[in-house]
């Protein structure tokens, strides 16, 4: 969440900015800097108490050694009446600062300077284009014909067994599957990324701080009898793994990798832009993640980008990237740019990526911190995107690469699939 010093320090310009991703902000800083300043006054009062109760408790004592025990019962009298009052006031002020925390979650992170005003996807800025042009046989399918020509998903058995948007991957199916996901999580090992295996499942505390809830949780599956949440991306576990913690100054950067399932609603998704793999209640994704000092984070979003980039271009996939505008930006991102692959029998582009920079927005909520030159802690910064999420790249290599006698597997993904070809 934003920062009490960002809305203290420019509380208009906050405002400003945050009518770039078309969010009325003015109500709740005005309700926020109200109650940061009723706290304050609360605070500068309880300190004036406290100081009372110090001078007339060594009043007490000077006047029993006196002698003087009647004067000495009515300043303890003062002090009981100072104490009640102070906690009065402590308690005023543990409500204030609830009810500030509870208004700063409701606001958005800032977008960087670099975001463009929009109202949604149809004004995102296309930054780069890339990969080869994608040419068709005569009557090319759409990869969810292509599965089921060469039995390698069916979408009709995962309705059987769960419901619509779990399919199951057969044969070569599955075997891609799991090609994919050793190759990218190769590709980001070698990039300097350590792997990690982390749960599933996240409790409220892991949904809170990476800014899942309360901002999305109509879109999680909820384990209601634990209050588990089914992870919707390795995001949120792996970046929970530096929620309250400070880092040491040689402990910062940290790149970390991840695979995991991930689950999403996706409720009120509907229509012919959500058939087959296009739109998923479960599907795979690897995942990465980074936590930088302020002053590098966009250094390190500009090599995440790159990377990302080089594992598509490796795959021989048409694609482009895109800087998303105010106006279809996540609640937690200061800056988003995503990657769609060319779906050629469709006519569509496929989004597989977003790498995004969150800044210290999700570091707060977190406690996520460092120690500087200086060894004072400072608010990390965190960063992740996808590397990549493999539904729509599937259905980008299936439809991409069939040919008359089959599916062709692109050269980089041989040595993991065991076969050059699906026919």
């Not at 004004?123 to 042009?133: A, I, L, Q, R, S």
């Not at 991930?262 to 995942?287: I, M, P, T």
């Not at 060894?375 to 991409?400: C, I």
Request: hydrophobic share 40%; net charge negative; glycine share 8%.
């Amino acid at each position: 969440m934003l920062t009490l010093k960002m809305l203290r320090d420019d509380p208009k310009g906050v405002v400003e900015k945050l009518k770039i991703k078309n969010f009325d902000a003015q109500p709740i800083v005005d309700k926020v800097v109200e109650l940061d300043r009723l706290r304050r006054n609360l605070q500068t009062e309880s300190d004036a108490i406290l100081a009372s109760q110090k001078k007339k408790a060594e009043e007490i004592g000077a006047l029993m050694k006196q002698g003087l025990r009647e004067e000495a019962e009515k300043a303890k009298a003062a002090v009981a009446e100072l104490k009640a009052r102070s906690g009065e006031l402590l308690a005023r002020m543990d409500e204030a600062a609830a009810e500030m925390e509870r208004n700063l979650v409701l606001m958005p992170n800032i977008p960087c300077p670099l975001v463009k005003p929009g109202a949604g996807a149809e004004d995102n800025e296309v930054v780069k284009m890339g990969g080869p042009e994608v040419k068709l046989p005569e009557g090319a399918l759409p990869h969810w014909e292509l599965a089921k020509k060469y039995d390698i998903i069916d979408f009709d058995l995962g309705v059987k067994i769960t419901g619509a948007g779990f399919p199951v991957y057969k044969g070569k199916g599955a075997k891609l599957q799991r090609a994919l996901i050793n190759f990218f999580l190769d590709c980001n090992t070698a990039a300097g990324y350590k792997e990690v295996e982390p749960p599933v499942m996240v409790n409220r505390d892991s949904g809170f701080g990476t800014g899942q809830l309360p901002d999305k949780e109509g879109q999680m599956y909820h384990a209601e009898v634990d209050d588990f949440y089914m992870v919707p991306t390795a995001e949120v576990p792996v970046t929970n793994i530096f929620r309250d913690v400070i880092l040491a100054a040689d402990q910062i950067p940290q790149r970390l990798t991840a695979y995991t399932p991930c689950f999403r609603r996706e409720a009120g998704s509907y229509g012919k832009d959500v058939r087959g793999l296009n739109r998923l209640h479960q599907f795979d994704k690897v995942e990465i993640v980074r936590v930088e000092k302020p002053e590098d984070s966009y250094k390190a979003l500009d090599e995440m980008v790159a990377h990302v980039e080089s594992i598509v271009n490796k795959l021989g996939l048409r694609y482009r990237i895109l800087r998303l505008c105010g106006g279809d930006m996540s609640f937690t991102s200061a800056i988003t740019y995503d990657f769609e692959l060319w779906s050629a029998a469709q006519g569509r582009w496929l989004e597989i990526s977003s790498v995004s920079n969150f800044e210290t927005f999700q570091a707060n909520r977190l406690h996520c911190r460092y120690r500087d030159a200086d060894g004072k802690t400072q608010l990390a910064h965190t960063l992740n995107g996808s590397s990549l999420a493999l539904p729509r790249v599937v259905a980008a290599l299936l439809e991409d690469n069939q040919t008359p006698d089959g599916i062709v597997i692109p050269e980089v993904l041989r040595p993991y699939t065991g076969f050059d070809k699906i026919d």
